[in-house]
Structures are given as C-alpha cells and as structure tokens.
C-alpha cells in the first residue's frame, strides 16, 4: 500500500449485483453522508463513524475478480458519494481503466455538485457515465423508471454509454445474500418494507419481578 493510497469510508460492498442500475454491477455503499432525507432507506450509513476503512487497492481487487463474472459497471451508492469524492473519483478511474462504467447515487443535484467547484467531485463527475441525483422524497415514490426511488429525482446521462431504454422500465428487485453468516440486502423492497430489516428491534420493557401479563 503506497502512503498516497485512497482509503475509502465503507459501508457495504455487493461485487456483483443487477439490483443497482443497468447490467450487472459491482456496488459500493459509502459510510456517511450529510443529508437527512426523510425516510432515507440506508440511515445505518449515514454517520461518518462506523463502516470499514479500505484501500483502494484492496477494492480494486474485488473489482477485478467481480469483472471476471461479468460485471459492465460499478454503482456508487451510500452514504453520499460526493461527500467522499476523492476516493469515489479514484475508484471511478479504476473503474474506467477497466472499461467500466460508472454510475452515481447523489442526494445533491447536479446543479449544486457543479456549484461548488470542487476538483474531487469535478473529477468524479467527468468519469461517471449515469448520475440519479437530489435528494430523496418519501411523499413521491417513483413507480415507473427502476432503480430510482422517487420522482423529483433526476436521471443524468453524462456520457453517450446508456440511455433511458426498457431496462428502466422493467419492476424493481431486492436481493438477499447470507453470506459467511453476514446477511446484506440491496434493491428495491416494496414501499412498505423500507427499512423493515434494518430497523432496531424496540426496546422491550423487563416485567416487574411480581408483575404479571394481563
Ligand atoms: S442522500 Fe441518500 S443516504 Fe443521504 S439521507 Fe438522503 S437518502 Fe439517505
């Protein structure tokens, strides 16, 4: 590991998965993010503490033997992307050394990405090839377009690689994986399961010792 190496905020990796944008890809979850959307479906990833601290290279490992099954791209989800925008823009190089494609979950828009002039995220934007970008709201569910979960979002081709074709009109889908007894979950659930396998157990009161159940 070189002392320049990114080392990037991780809350979950599925290397290959069709449940995160077109074809399969190799999806990474970062740890942290600043928004606040109501109903976000990932709040376990949005403290900036927790996750796993990961070389690049490490990551890059992955990919490569992800691209062995087949993958066309990577997904980078969170957590918010653009809030780790130097290694998600590394990352996205890999990607696109690879011939890759790249795309970006951001709960900013493009606008407010473009506004701040910031070279990581320049960066990361000049090599994504799809960006679903604002912030997420839970009193618009999208229905129609896949992969997207509500409707003031928007879908931005920034590269000539994919357009709005039948893939984004097919349902949603959830994939379920225990693996090495560490069970993840990606997708899309259906609305009324948002959330319902992360969310913590309620606190269960303990009975007074001469209670009893009425
Ligand atoms: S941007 Fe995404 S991860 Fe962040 S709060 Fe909104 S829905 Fe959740």
């Not at 011939?99 to 994504?128: C, K, N, P, Q, W």
């Not at 992969?147 to 879908?155: F, M």
Request: glycine fraction near 8%; aromatic fraction near 6%.
């Amino acid at each position: 590991m070189s002392a320049q190496e990114e080392i990037l905020s991780v809350a979950q990796i599925v290397p290959v998965t069709e449940a995160e944008g077109p074809g399969r890809r190799f999806a990474l979850w970062f740890q942290g993010c600043p928004l606040r959307c109501p109903g976000c479906c990932n709040p376990e990833m949005l403290s900036f503490e927790g996750g796993q601290a990961i070389p690049l290279s490490r990551i890059v490992h992955q990919l490569d033997e992800a691209k062995t099954q087949g993958i066309e791209g990577i997904t980078l989800l969170g957590g918010e992307p653009t809030a780790h925008a130097s290694g998600a823009a590394a990352l996205a190089r890999s990607a696109r050394q690879r011939g890759l494609s790249v795309m970006v979950f951001s709960g900013f828009t493009l606008a407010e990405l473009l506004h701040r002039h910031e070279a990581a995220i320049d960066e990361l934007l000049s090599l994504t090839d799809i960006l679903v970008d604002g912030p997420y709201d839970p009193t618009q569910p999208d229905s129609t377009r896949r992969w997207i979960g509500s409707r003031n979002q928007q879908i931005h081709f920034l590269t000539q690689r994919y357009h709005f074709d039948e893939s984004w009109k097919q349902s949603n889908t959830l994939e379920i994986r225990l693996i090495d007894g560490i069970l993840t979950v990606n997708g899309f659930p259906s609305r009324s399961a948002v959330g319902l396998w992360k969310r913590p157990k309620p606190r269960r009161s303990l009975p007074l010792a001469n209670s009893s159940d009425s």
